[in-house]
């Protein structure tokens, strides 16, 4: 059974995203005892935004890159992060929320994975399919203000929202997240928030077959 860590803030040791999710992938540990672990820290080595040259070989625009050495590696690159998503049965993914949405470390990794032909694709009538049902997937999440159901502030939440909308679609169903809030407003707000989130962490069941 193999797990892939991934890690978004930019904050290292004080991060409450970074702690929830090596939280969340000890207490998985424990429940799989001698899973394979591969962590990726997306600040640590950041993937460069999207280019033309990253595109696979296959699409046909990707005709418009360069065929040098630089994109031959960045292709590899690519495929590897692509790889390492596809050999996991589950993935934990620990995420900021900056400016209402991803960091940018992370959407450069998503855009590795959601490529078409390999975690999802269209059938000839156009109806989807996601390709990437295997997976269990943990997203552990801090947010510096509140974003819940009934806080107006809602409207502008785009880390668990676009997180639960992208991962949809490449056909993820089982789908948990562990939010930590308002980490920002106060610091006895950050620590009662933030243990909380941990204790979920620490609770993570088997996941249903």
């Excluded at 070989?57 to 690159?77: K, N, P, S, V, W």
Aim: aromatic residues 8%; proline residues 5%; charged residues 25%.
């Amino acid at each position: 059974m193999k797990l892939l860590h991934i890690d978004a803030s930019i904050l290292g040791s004080t991060s409450v995203s970074r702690s929830l999710s090596a939280a969340a992938v000890a207490r998985l540990k424990q429940l799989h005892p001698g899973i394979e672990v591969f962590y990726r820290d997306l600040v640590a080595d950041p993937l460069p935004h999207l280019t033309v040259s990253h595109l696979p070989a296959r699409y046909f625009l990707a005709g418009a890159a360069a065929l040098d050495h630089d994109t031959e590696e960045r292709r590899r690159i690519d495929e590897a992060v692509l790889d390492e998503f596809l050999a996991a049965d589950i993935v934990v993914i620990g995420s900021p929320m900056y400016n209402f949405t991803v960091p940018t470390q992370l959407k450069a990794w998503i855009d590795r994975i959601v490529i078409a032909g390999k975690t999802f694709r269209y059938t000839p009538q156009g109806q989807l399919i996601g390709l990437a049902a295997d997976k269990r997937v943990i997203c552990t999440l801090s947010r510096g203000g509140f974003y819940g159901a009934d806080n107006p502030w809602r409207v502008n939440e785009h880390l668990e929202t676009y997180l639960r909308s992208i991962l949809g679609y490449i056909g993820v169903t089982r789908l948990e997240f562990i939010i930590a809030e308002g980490v920002q407003i106060a610091p006895e707000i950050r620590k009662k928030s933030h243990e909380e989130a941990l204790r979920t962490a620490a609770d993570l069941a088997l996941a249903p077959e």
